[in-house]
């Protein structure tokens, strides 16, 4: 849902989304020294079961924060568990 819309004078809309990534289920992936969150806006005029009648893709590309590591890669991050034989 949009955070603000404004009708314009041509009669044309103006939608304005002010979310956090992590709120809109983006994907981050990390290539180089970027890092990338991916996602697509999509609009159904009608009830969900409806095929979208429009998807936009949206990327937003942020330098990587230096030292950052992905989670995967962390060692020190997760649970290990084991037990004696």
Do not use: H
Not at 13 to 35: P, Q, T
Not at 63 to 68: E, H, I, T
């Amino acid at each position: 849902m949009a955070s603000r819309f404004n009708v314009l004078p041509s009669g044309e809309g103006n939608a304005e989304f002010n979310y956090k990534l992590d709120d809109c289920n983006f994907k981050r992936l990390m290539k180089g020294k970027k890092l990338l969150y991916k996602n697509e806006l999509t609009f159904r005029p009608q009830p969900r079961s409806s095929p979208a009648s429009y998807v936009y893709p949206i990327e937003c590309v942020y330098p990587r924060p230096k030292g950052w590591i992905p989670p995967f890669l962390n060692a020190g991050s997760g649970v290990a568990e084991g037990r004696e034989v």
